[in-house]
């Protein structure tokens, strides 16, 4: 399965190499490397995840992430990358405003 990430989950991941990074040098990028590994991780286990907000979800395994997408045409498209801390009610926003 191929996979896709789309630009707002490119600027979650961006925002939480930021964030990462202002903690201690260098953090950022092994965060970014690990989110990354896990998205990856999708051309192989892609669908197999709980879904959530109509979006399956993956938990990241070293830091509080998920990684919510959609299998679409044999392909694992991932729209949001989100911090798992954020007030629920957040979430929930984010996704009635993707409807």
């Known amino acids: 399965m191929k996979v896709q990430v789309l630009r707002p989950a490119m ?3 961006a ?3 930021k964030f990462y990074d202002r903690q201690e040098a260098g953090v950022g990028d092994y965060f970014f490397d690990s989110l ?3 998205i990856d991780s999708l051309a192989l286990y892609g669908g197999i995840h709980s ?4 979006f399956y ?3 990241a395994k070293r830091f509080p992430y ?6 679409i ?3 694992a498209v991932v729209f949001r990358v989100l911090d798992c801390r954020s007030n629920p009610n957040k979430l929930r926003k984010v996704f009635e405003e993707m409807d």
């Open 66 to 71: 998920a990684i919510y997408y959609k299998v």
């Open 51 to 54: 879904v959530h907000f109509g």
């Open 36 to 38: 990354f590994a896990e």
């Open 57 to 59: 979800r993956l938990l």
């Open 11 to 13: 600027k979650d991941l």
């Open 73 to 75: 045409d044999s392909k």
């Open 15 to 17: 925002a939480g190499r």
